[in-house]
């Protein structure tokens, strides 16, 4: 081991920063927030930099370095581009038995500054020994989204009940065994999820004993549209812990396998028309499941709240005091339009945007046509294919015109995109033209023609259009 990993503590003691340019203003924000003070020397001073010293009640020279300047401090840092005033502090520094960093030259340091994962009062410091500090950044980056972001409360929560904890537990391995049930079950995904009064609830009661039998939960988790590299941090956190899951005909393949590998997976439904289980079904299997104790994932398609019913399972779950909660995911609309290259508002075309369902009950349907015609919003209509033919007609109808550009959107964010661009008149029967595979989602505004200058995802799968 080439370095030894410290953690310094820097409250209130001065660090010497010697420089003033862009390096030095990072090396002193970082510092400042470990709770340094402040030395700055250099004779020229990046106005942000002063800015910092001066709100930090820390100390400003403008001048060049001079021997002694060292003196005082606990720490030294140089961030300038002159080679020979580096050595000159590197040299002053190691003499005096200081802790010296330069920032880039690893043979003038006997500290470096790690790549700094900051959960506190949880630090996760990665270093390459000044190597290649860009692989120490890029194993930083893993990190960062492998660990969730409240997880130094964790620890906020360990800090207040620590000395309850020690009392109720003499022996240090049933202290241990309490504390790991603490952090991987209920109380520390209450905490993860934002409900730390729970969290601090449960534990008052695990502490008092009354342990109940294991409780379960549910997660109600949007999926995304499709590509996988659209879940959420917390979405993928919860597929890998939860015990069973219940799926829907919209979640792709590609984000089921990465649900934990043990986990039971249920397919609920549903395809157009076809409902594989009734709602009030899925319901209560959640309520069922989640009784037994289970952690159970309900993964949804794109958002749960938008056209995902998502409302009515969490009110039976609410009513029968099953704990939930509830992870937005990226809507279609949004994947869609994102991959699609169009963009859903636009300054010149577009103040708003509707999402409306298409899912017509008979060929006579009843959405507010009249509301839709204004110019400046954008339509999104989701379970449109089917209606396609009678929205384009209504909407010419009640007088929007007949070359609005509108697009029809397959399997958005998937290598199976396909998108048909047209206009209220044209889109129909291009679409009648091709095998359309579903899921689709049409768009209906001056926007879609903004698809020709920025369409940028490829897909597998050719485009179709037809000039208006
Ligand atoms: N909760 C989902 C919508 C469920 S309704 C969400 O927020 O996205 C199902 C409809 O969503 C489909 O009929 C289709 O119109 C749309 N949809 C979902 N994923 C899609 C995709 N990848 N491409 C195109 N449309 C999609």
Known sequence: ????????????????????????????????????????????VHPSLRELIEKSGGRLEERKYTAGDCAGCVLIVAAT?????????????K???????????????????????????????????????VLARLVRAKLESWIPAAYGQLAGLAKKFRSQVKRRFDDVQARRVFWEEVFQGEIGEKVLSGQALQAEHLLTKKLEGEVSAVRGEVYLVGAGPGDPDLLT??????????????????????????????????????????HVVP???????????????????????????????????????????IAFQVVPGITAASGCAAYAGIPLTHR??????RFITGHLKDDTCDLPWQDLTALGQTLVFYMG???????????????????????????????????????????????ALHE???????????????REKLAWFEGGQPAFNLDR
């Not at 005909?249 to 089921?256: D, F, H, K, N």
């Not at 009784?291 to 609410?318: H, M, N, S, T, Y």
């Not at 595979?437 to 903004?450: Q, S, W």
């Open 81 to 93: 581009d002159i080679e020979s005033v580096n050595i000159q502090v590197s040299q002053e520094a």
């Open 95 to 133: 003499m005096l038995g200081l802790p010296v960093n330069v920032v880039d030259s690893p043979a003038l340091c006997t500290v470096i500054f790690p790549a700094i994962i900051d959960r506190s009062p949880l630090i996760i410091a990665v270093s390459s020994g000044g190597d290649a500090p």
């Open 348 to 353: 010149d075309y577009a103040q708003s945007v």
């Open 279 to 321: 709602q009030d079904q899925i319901n209560q299997l959640l309520v069922d499941l989640a009784r037994q104790g289970k952690r159970v994932l309900r993964l949804k398609g794109g958002d749960p709240f938008i056209f995902g019913r998502g409302g009515e399972e969490i009110e039976e779950l609410a009513a029968q005091g």
């Open 385 to 431: 294919l089917v209606g396609l033919p009678i929205i384009c007609e209504q909407l010419i109808r009640h007088g929007r015109a007949a070359d609005t550009p509108a697009a029809l959107i397959q399997q958005g964010t998937t290598a199976q995109q396909r998108v048909f661009t047209g206009t209220l008149k044209t889109l129909p029967q291009l679409v």
């Open 233 to 274: 941090f917390r979405a993928l956190r919860l597929m890998q812990q939860a015990d069973v899951v219940l799926y829907d005909r919209l979640v792709a393949p590609a984000i089921l396998d990465m649900c934990r590998r043990d986990a039971d997976r249920i397919y609920v439904g549903k395809k157009r028309s076809e």
């Open 436 to 450: 359309v595979h579903a899921p689709t989602l049409i768009v209906v505004g001056e926007v879609v023609t903004l």
């Open 1 to 44: 081991m080439e370095f030894l990993p410290l953690f310094h503590s820097l409250d209130g003691r001065q660090v010497l920063v010697v420089g003033g340019g862009d390096i030095a203003l990072r090396k002193a924000r970082l510092l400042n927030e470990a709770g340094a003070c402040l030395k700055v020397v250099a004779p020229h």
